[in-house]
Nanobody, 124 residues
Framework: VQLQASGGGLVQAGTSLRLSCAAS????????MGWFRQAPGKEREFVAA????????YYADSVKGRFTISRDNAKNTIYLQMNSLKPEDTAVYYC??????????????????WGQGTQVTVSS
């Protein structure tokens, strides 16, 4: 399974970015997907997760109402629309998927496959 994240960049606070994560190597529409992020000097933290058909979605409290996770199973891709960005959103963002079927999870140790990460930097 390969995951390729893209769409990061340097933006000003209050603006938006959309991250993408393209998957290959297995039946994409069968598995949950998640986004995590890691800021310098901090542990990796959960951002959002979505189940196989998009019917179950979880968000971290810190991004709820500002970020939207979605997926296009026909394109084997998930997205993270990030609005009203804040400097504290600065991090490397990773997409990930579990090794087994099931509901999406907020816990990184339940994810087996990870993308390479894309840097998001929000200036004040």
């Amino acid at each position: 399974v390969q995951l390729q994240a893209s769409g990061g960049g340097l933006v000003q606070a209050g603006t938006s970015l959309r991250l993408s994560c393209a998957a290959s190597g297995r039946t994409f529409g069968t598995y949950a997907m998640g986004w995590f992020r890691q800021a310098p000097g901090k542990e990796r933290e959960f951002v959002a997760a979505i189940n196989s058909n998009g019917g179950t979605i979880y968000y971290a409290d810190s991004v709820k109402g500002r970020f939207t996770i979605s997926r296009d199973n026909a394109k084997n891709t998930i997205y993270l629309q990030m609005n009203s960005l804040k400097p504290e959103d600065t991090a490397v963002y990773y997409c990930a998927t579990p090794g087994r079927y099931g509901l999406p999870s907020r816990h990184s140790n339940e994810y087996v496959y990870w993308g390479q990460g894309t840097q998001v930097t929000v200036s004040s």
